[in-house]
């Protein structure tokens, strides 16, 4: 997986990624914020170190510090064009993160084994071919301590006809939202396509087969709303 395949949204800056997501995905501060409590629940008061895969905006990152007080991130994302964005909207907790720039599957791939406590990410694993993704979840497999935890708030597609509707729910959305930005609404709508493609559909029975295939313990979905679930697995 090269730097130039990612087929991210860059139509749009960090804050108004922000504010559109807010408008066409309203829950999805919900996964964000739970995710983090999961990871809580997990480890308790212990202090971790978690690798967080794709930060963009912080959103996530943010979630996550503010429910584990002890907590350090290293963020990684192959794009620090929204680092700026995700320092402001962390404020002092940006003191507990370290920002790189790099690709998942290099950084993760340069990790040694067993030397995080958990890997954690949000709507950038669905982005990966599915043979890419299961060479990463390896990856993060390997590099997670015994004890660890995997948790992932994505866009995990059900059976049909439930991965359609959630689908054409979500179109509706951005075309309800996003009326006054055709330019958006095409490239966002365009990545929606891209995402259903055969080869890179996150179908949420593959997902959990491949994890289990990379070792993990119990994956399971915690939560789910439409087209997203929040995934949790556990390294034994
Ligand atoms: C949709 S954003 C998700 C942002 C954030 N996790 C959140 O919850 O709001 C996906 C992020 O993944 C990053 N990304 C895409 N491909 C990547 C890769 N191969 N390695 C690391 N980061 C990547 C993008 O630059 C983008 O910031």
Redesign the pocket.
Same mark, same amino acid.
């Given at each position: 997986?090269g730097?130039g395949e990612?087929k991210?949204?860059s139509s749009v800056d960090g804050w108004e990624y922000d504010a559109i997501?807010q408008k066409v995905s309203p829950y999805?501060a919900d996964f964000?914020d739970l995710l983090g409590t999961v990871i809580k629940e997990h480890f308790g008061e212990r202090k971790i170190d978690i690798v967080e895969?794709?930060?963009?905006?912080g959103?996530?990152t943010k979630a996550i510090l503010d429910n584990n007080p002890q907590a350090y991130i290293r963020a990684?994302?192959?794009?620090l064009g !929204?680092r700026e964005v995700a320092e402001e909207k962390l404020g002092n907790l940006a003191n507990r993160v370290v920002f790189t720039e790099?690709?998942?599957?290099k950084?993760l791939g340069y990790l040694p084994d067993s030397s995080c406590d958990a890997v954690a990410?949000?709507?950038?694993l669905h !982005?990966?071919n599915n043979f890419d993704r299961l060479l990463l979840i390896k990856e993060i497999y390997r590099a997670i301590k015994p004890g660890g935890l995997f948790v992932n708030?994505d866009k995990y597609a059900l059976p049909d006809p439930g991965f359609r509707k959630a689908q054409a729910w979500l179109m509706d959305s951005y075309k309800k939202h996003l009326s006054d930005r055709p330019d958006v609404l095409e490239s966002w709508i365009k990545h929606e396509l891209e995402d259903a493609m055969p080869d890179v559909l996150m179908r949420a029975s593959d997902a959990l087969r491949q994890m289990k295939m990379a070792g993990f313990y119990n994956p399971r979905f915690v939560y789910r709303n439409g087209i997203v679930g929040l995934l949790v697995a556990e390294k034994q």
């Open positions: 997986m730097k990612y991210g949204r997501m999805m964000q895969i794709g930060f963009g905006t959103s996530t990684i994302d192959i794009d !929204n790099s690709d998942a599957c950084y990410t949000a709507l950038f !982005n990966l708030a």
